[in-house]
């Protein structure tokens, strides 16, 4: 086994920027037909020309225009062997008195139902065919208490999905899992240091390696689960977050460690 996805036609959403980027370029290394999906045509066709692949406009909220955007692929290019869902939009940390109803369900809309409409449509095709691979991109905002009243919960929910599909299809031959990442450097990170939302040195000190989290390493524990190495795996959440989610209870000691002999 090894992570040759040669004859493998693999589509990811969100795959213009980020995590969904640094996963197209990953598979492609690794053998794949690359199909990138983004609401944004000028960055989503520079990444599909990059990782020789090709790229398809798609919103994942629209049920409708995932089902035409799936139908393509599967005609122009062949059928979708693995399924990644990185496309997702950010979520300011506001109080509920202060989160609108409109940004609640913009977030809801993109990461909860994107993903649940893209795994239904690729999913259910998968497993008609008897075989198949998805990777849902979580958060380990979805597995601890934080400021996003909307965004966390949705996590949440991909989480029990991944676990809840892992269970519908696993005797059709396919596998579902998520990965949870932890902070992680990617262009809409990098606008939050810009405007001072974020601070990169306080998110790194949350985490017990004391560090941000790299997009290839998240593409990395993707292609991972996708291929056959994991093929006995389904149903899990993977985090990817340097140690985040073990550091947090740390903080009520004075916090993780420090680097010196003895500390």
Known sequence: MNLDFGDRTALVTGGASGIGRAC??????????????????????????????????????????????????????????????????????LPPGELSWKEWDLVQRIHLRGTYACC?????RMAGRGRGAIVVIASVAGMRSGPLHSYGPAK??????????????????????????????????????????????????????????????????????ASDLASAITGVTLPVDAGYLVATPWSAYGGVRGEGPGD
Request: hydrophobic share 50%; proline share 2%; net charge negative.
């Open 156 to 225: 949440a929910a991909i989480i029990n999905l991944a676990e809840c599909l892992a269970g519908e299809w696993g005797r059709r031959g396919v596998r579902v899992n998520a990965v949870a990442p932890g902070f992680t450097e990617t262009p809409a990170l990098e606008r939050g240091f810009a405007t001072g939302t974020l601070e990169a040195g306080t998110l790194a000190g949350s985490s017990a390696l004391g560090r941000l989290v790299r997009a290839e390493e998240i593409a990395g524990a993707v292609t991972f689960l």
């Open 24 to 93: 197209a370029e990953a598979l492609a290394a690794a053998g794949a037909r690359v199909v990138v999906a983004d609401r944004d045509a000028a960055a989503g066709e520079g990444v599909a020309k990059s990782v020789g692949g090709t790229f398809r406009r798609i919103d994942v909220g629209d049920e409708q225009a995932v089902a035409e955007a799936v139908d393509a692929v599967e005609r122009e290019v062949g059928p979708i062997d693995v399924l990644v869902t990185c496309a997702g939009v950010l979520q300011r940390t």
């Open 120 to 124: 239904a449509e690729v999913g259910t």
